[in-house]
């Protein structure tokens, strides 16, 4: 069955420092990985996806991500972390890509950007 | 527009009503979902509609009754809820078919509480 880990409940950064949240996966074939974003009280925002190609993703508000193979990890940087980042972040799987809808969520980080 | 719409956005109900929560994207999307959401946890899949067809229910008790009536509805139908069914409802939509690689779009959400 397919899986991400997520192993930091909560990542603690200061404004205008790289911040990194990290995301692990197990999957049987291709990966398809994703990461949201979710505000208080609000529903999940797509940030960016790996399907295939270069290992370095770029997505939404200057994040990127950087999928490894060697190490099945897929995580979630930014050069420059902002107050407004301050959210939590959920890393997410694609379920047998030729069979159902099914995404596999990871337990979320919580990222505090420090002013 | 990727905008997925979601009433009412509050409903608090005692545990002998009947209510509906809607649903509405028109991204021309035919994949819909339904997840719960407890406080600071991943969202847990409940349904997922694939072309106006019920694909994946996971084992959700029988209170709990999904209906897609077009491809841009989706509703869940809530009757006898629980105390414990309190939680954050969202809806998303996806592309369905072709490269099984697309990102999920989800509504805000709507804050169940049952009395």
């Known amino acids: 069955a397919q899986s991400v880990a997520q192993p930091e409940d909560q990542v603690n950064v200061a404004e205008g420092n790289p911040l990194t949240v990290k995301c692990t996966y197990s999957?049987?074939?291709?990966?398809?990985l994703f990461w949201y974003v979710q505000y208080p009280n609000r529903g999940l925002q797509f940030l960016l996806k790996?399907?295939?190609?270069?290992?370095l993703v770029k997505g939404s508000y200057g994040f990127e991500a950087e999928f490894n193979k060697s190490q099945t990890s897929f995580h979630l940087k930014k050069p420059s972390a902002l107050v407004s980042d301050s959210a939590l972040y959920f890393c997410?799987?694609?379920?047998?890509?030729?069979?159902?809808?099914?995404?596999?969520f990871g337990t979320g980080t919580r990222l505090k950007v420090l002013a | 527009d990727t905008e997925v719409t979601q009433t009412p956005k509050h409903l608090v109900m005692g545990m002998t009503n009947k209510k509906s929560l809607k649903c509405e994207q028109h991204m021309g999307h035919r994949a819909m979902y339904w997840y719960k959401q407890k406080a600071k946890k991943p969202p847990e899949l409940m349904f997922v509609y694939s072309y106006e067809k019920l694909s994946i229910n996971e084992s959700v008790p029988s209170r709990f009754s999904p209906e897609c009536p077009n491809s841009s509805l989706l509703n869940l139908h809530l009757h006898a809820l629980q105390p414990e069914d309190s939680a954050l409802y969202l809806c998303?939509?996806?592309?369905?078919?072709?490269?099984?690689?697309?990102?999920?779009?989800f509504g805000p959400g709507t804050r169940l509480t049952v009395t």
């Open positions: 790996y399907i295939t190609g270069d290992n």
């Open positions: 998303a939509s996806s592309q369905a078919q072709g490269i099984s690689s697309y990102e999920q779009y």
């Open positions: 997410a799987v694609r379920d047998s890509p030729s069979g159902t809808y099914k995404y596999i």
């Open positions: 999957v049987s074939g291709n990966p398809y």
